[in-house]
């Protein structure tokens, strides 16, 4: 049964650090693409960061580009995110997902069919 599975969220104060896991699963983690978006309250989801594992490329949304690192460890199927200096309005249910074809657009949540339950992150400035 393909999953995912994140954790690390939780209140943080402004400028701290969190990281967030993602737990993979059978197909999940074969994947090329696999990412992270948010969606904050009354918000659309919005695209966070996205990796090729394959070119190792990362790709990342401006609002936490130089905050914010994709990583992941293949022993454990676990995919991370790194985010620092944390601002109130990163504040949002994280979600990791992956593409099980090779999206035409990274950042479009419609290209990945495979997505997890989510884990809050609150910021409070």
């Known amino acids: 049964q393909v999953q995912l599975v994140e954790s690390g969220g939780g209140l943080v104060q402004a400028g701290g650090s969190l990281r967030l896991s993602c737990a993979a699963s059978?197909?999940?983690?074969?994947?090329?693409?696999m990412g992270w978006f948010r969606q904050a309250p009354g918000k659309e989801r919005e695209f966070v960061a996205a990796?090729?594992?394959?070119?190792?490329?990362?790709y990342y949304a401006d609002s936490v580009k130089g905050r914010s690192t994709i990583s992941r460890d293949n022993a454990k199927n676990t995919m991370y995110l790194q985010m620092n200096s944390l601002k109130p309005e990163d504040t949002a249910v994280y979600y990791c997902?992956?593409?099980?074809?090779?999206?035409?657009?990274?950042?479009?949540?419609?290209?990945?069919?495979?997505w997890g339950q989510g884990t809050q992150v609150t910021v409070s400035s």
């Open positions: 059978g197909r999940a983690f074969s994947t090329d693409v």
């Open positions: 990796k090729n594992w394959n070119v190792l490329r990362a």
């Open positions: 997902a992956a593409a099980i074809r090779y999206p035409k657009s990274v950042a479009d949540q419609y290209e990945y069919e495979i």
